[in-house]
């Protein structure tokens, strides 16, 4: 579980240094975040149609505005193979 963590840590890192590269930080971070809420919640409507569930609760949200589309994909992913 710690690797995950870690993993996780690394990526938002990524997400703040490339937003900082950017010149715009905020437009950036607001950007990032959005996509993937949206891409959180898109998953969890067709996820309903296909037989994965993703729960939207505090933890899934906070992890999909801080890591962007690639957290949700690893949500898919960990729901799919950890089942």
């Known amino acids: 579980m710690t690797v995950i963590y870690v993993v ?3 990526a938002g890192l990524l997400v703040l240094i490339s937003a900082a590269k950017t010149g ?3 437009t ?3 950007l990032t975040a959005f996509q ?8 969890d409507f067709v996820g309903s149609f296909i037989g994965v569930n993703l729960s ?5 949200a906070a992890l999909s505005a801080l890591g962007g589309i690639p957290s949700v994909v690893f949500l898919l992913l960990s ?3 950890f089942r």
């Open 8 to 10: 996780f840590g690394l």
């Open 24 to 26: 715009r930080f905020f």
């Open 28 to 30: 950036a971070l607001f």
């Open 36 to 43: 993937g809420v949206a891409a959180l919640f898109a998953a």
């Open 56 to 60: 939207i609760n505090g933890f899934t």
């Open 79 to 81: 729901g799919v193979l």
